[in-house]
């Protein structure tokens, strides 16, 4: 079936673009950790709260040990459930219950979820209110408590965006907190971190950077900066998982690359039509966003038919397992919740196929999509 995305390009209107202050890269890079927090803490009380992936809790993670102190706050974070502003709001009242003043620096170490959450509460430390008071575009009024973000998975760009996503408890409504004061300060790209994680688990998370990129290709809204962040990232992605070992110590710090160029392609464009139906597959059934993504790639042919192909033979090259009849035993009104879940995406629908997107995804397309995945 013939592409029916448009080719005409508009003006992103984002000309002001924040990137993170400084980052280090490299095997072993997270030794410089203690280095950056001495820096950082120069003449100040030391109170640092970490936000660790649980996986780290039984696993240990190098350098770490020696760093924390006994007035440091560790709080592992669970990443089977995606960030929620109920969540972030019992983080952020424990924090200010924990210390009698702010900590002086927020770190994340883990995937999307963890550095979300990190980035999130040390939001919400500087600025009055609830997690949802700030879902939506540069709500937030003062800059965060500085923050690290450490990366141990690759592919949602959480360490370079700015944004950090979570889901409205009370309206359904996957949003994050985009704005300059979101970004990290400082991150640490260390693919050493990266050894670990399970094959199947590398592929769909490292696939949510080559998914950014060809939506934001695909759409309306682009602008030369994005548009060479989201080239490079999915030539990096293409020559990743299209190799005979896409965790050989050299993919894995490509796919670090990928994940960080990646998130500063989608800080200077949008996403289209995956991201939305994903959401609603997070919020409604509770699949992870990285391989609800790659299970919306069985139903999206149609309006990305090259990218289609190439996905499916990387993971037919890859052995890949992507989950099936997702959708098999829904009901009516359940199949009716997705399409609502994704239409209230209006950005990147309106990136996808214009300000008439509802005449092209109509009810009736949205269901036939999730019913095919």
Known sequence: MQKILSN??????????????????????????????DQQNKNKKKNLVFFIDIFFKSN?????????????????????????????DSYTRYIKNYFKAKPSIIIGIGGGCTMDIAKAVSNLLNNYG??????????????????????????????????????????????????DYTVFNQIILDPDL????????????????????????????????GDSFSKQTIQLCRDIFNSNDMKSDANREKLMIASYLGGCAIATSYVGLIHPLSAALTVKLGIH??????????GI???????????????????????KDVCKNLNENQLEDLYDLTIIHEKPLTNALGNNFQEIFTKKKVIEIFKSL
């Not at 240990?60 to 929620?84: A, Q, R, W």
């Not at 966003?289 to 069985?298: E, G, K, S």
């Open 194 to 225: 990266t050894k670990t994680v399970p094959s199947d688990q590398y592929f769909w998370t490292g696939m949510d950077a080559y998914i950014h990129c060809i939506e934001s290709l695909s759409g309306r809204y682009r602008n030369p900066v």
């Open 301 to 323: 042919h149609e309006f990305y038919p090259s990218e289609y192909n190439e996905f499916w033979n990387m993971v037919k090259k890859q052995n890949i397992k992507i989950p």
């Open 289 to 298: 966003h990285c391989l609800a993504n790659c299970i919306i790639m069985r």
């Open 8 to 37: 005409n390009i508009l003006d992103t209107g984002i000309n002001h673009v924040k990137n993170v202050e400084n980052y280090v890269f490299g095997k072993g890079s997270i030794s410089y950790l203690k280095k950056i927090i």
């Open 130 to 179: 609830d997690a949802e008071n700030y879902q939506g575009w540069d709500l937030l009024k003062k800059p965060g408590v500085f923050k690290i973000g450490i990366p141990t998975i690759s592919g949602t760009g959480a360490e370079s965006t700015r944004t950090c996503v979570m889901t409205n408890t009370k309206s359904g409504l996957k949003l994050g907190m985009n704005s």
């Open 60 to 88: 240990g993670l190098p350098n770490i040990s020696e760093i924390v102190e006994g007035s440091d706050l560790v709080l592992y974070v669970d990443s089977s459930n995606e960030p929620t502003t109920t969540a972030i």
